[in-house]
């Protein structure tokens, strides 16, 4: 569904910072935004407790947090998070993408997370309204955007093993540039076949730090070793391609077909990846969702048959695979350069996004 008309903002209560950003320090923090270090001047917050369900909607000036050191998200890791983009359009109207979808996975990690699930008009709300209050800092450069930070924590200060009673819900917003300032470049990816991010039956469905933090060390050795970011395996097996840390992975055959792994329930729903199965469906390529055994990725990268790999996620759209490593193996993707349907599928997709052409699925929500 499409709306052309602002989420309303009627329920979010908006608490002004003392403290607001000069115009000249926003405009040189907008001049030059590097990916998450700088922050607009509020956040969006709902509190929850057990008692009251979902209540104090507000946006607040952006600020620490003051934690007991006994709150359950620093002991047990309940939490989890989303990651979107809010884009200016041409005309100064400011969209976001898809949104419905994140609330959902929003909902889904949460179910998962054992923390209470907020509500679709909620998650949209408060978009809405932290946008709103921070509009000036939705840049119009070309490939800028305002990455959007949803986040819930167990909140109750308690060192006892189970769910939450408290829960703070929070959105935090950063200016952000072209993810590839000099030019789409390709990544090498390593092959990890001694660290999994997620199993059976885990938490690698959900959007949550604990996801992350598993990744981290693999991520490490894997950039010692001279590559940019790891691929893991399924766990099961550890022979399946499953995704990298944070974006999905699509494979591009000589004959034209694309395939990606199948959600096994260890890998991540990416927005991103669904759009894309979309849009090349759309274009005619025959598109399969299927187990990708990493032997017949090798294979296809030696005899040509693979012709085009590439990860997507919301943070860097679509990033074409150059180099592909693993224990005995290290191979070139093509010619090491981005491949035509990597690159005509990542315009194509930032196309819809920042309004230069139409929105023919209603995948854009006017915020502002
Ligand atoms: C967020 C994420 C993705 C990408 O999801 P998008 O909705 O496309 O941004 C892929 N994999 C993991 C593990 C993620 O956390």
Request: glycine share 10%.
């Amino acid at each position: 569904m499409s709306t052309t008309t602002p989420t309303s903002l009627s329920s979010f209560e908006i608490r002004p910072t003392a403290t607001p950003t000069s115009d000249e320090d926003r405009a040189a923090a907008l001049a030059a935004p590097r990916f998450g270090t700088v922050f607009t001047d509020h956040m969006a917050r709902i509190s929850w407790s057990e008692d009251q369900g979902w209540h104090d909607r507000r946006v607040e000036a952006y600020g620490p947090l003051l934690l007991d050191p006994a709150t359950a998200v620093l002991h047990y890791a309940q939490e989890i998070f989303e990651g979107m983009k809010a884009y200016r359009h041409a005309d100064g109207s400011v969209w976001t993408f898809r949104p419905w979808a994140n609330a959902e996975r929003f909902a889904r990690s949460a179910r998962r997370l054992a923390l209470p699930e907020l509500s679709e008009e909620d998650f949209l709300g408060s978009l809405a309204a932290l946008v709103a209050t921070d509009a000036a800092w939705v840049p119009s450069g070309e490939e800028t955007s305002l990455y959007l930070r949803p986040f819930m924590y167990a909140s109750e200060a308690f060192l006892g093993v189970r769910p939450s009673r408290a829960a703070e819900y929070l959105v935090i917003a950063s200016p952000v540039g072209p993810y590839f300032a000099s030019g789409v470049q390709p990544v090498s990816i390593w092959v990890a076949e001694d660290y999994h991010r997620a199993g059976a039956g885990g938490t690698g469905a959900a959007k949550c730090g604990g996801n992350y933090a598993a990744s981290l060390l693999p991520q490490q050795e894997a950039y010692a070793l001279g590559y940019d970011q790891v691929c893991f395996l399924d766990a099961s097996t550890n022979t399946l391609v499953e995704e990298l840390g944070g974006m999905n992975v699509f494979l591009v055959h000589a004959d034209g077909s694309v395939s990606t792994p199948e959600l096994s329930g260890s890998i991540l729903e990416g927005v991103t990846r669904s759009s894309i199965l979309q849009l090349l469906r759309d274009a005619g390529h025959q598109v399969h969702e299927r187990p990708v055994p990493l032997t017949e990725l090798r294979a296809g990268l030696e005899d040509g048959s693979v012709a085009e790999v590439f990860a997507c996620g919301t943070a860097a759209v679509v990033t074409p695979i150059g180099r592909l490593g693993g224990q005995g193996f290290d191979l070139t993707v093509g010619d090491g350069s981005a491949g035509p349907v990597t690159s005509s599928v990542r315009s194509e997709l930032m196309d819809i996004q920042y309004g230069r052409v139409a929105d023919r699925h209603g995948w854009l929500h006017r915020l502002l």
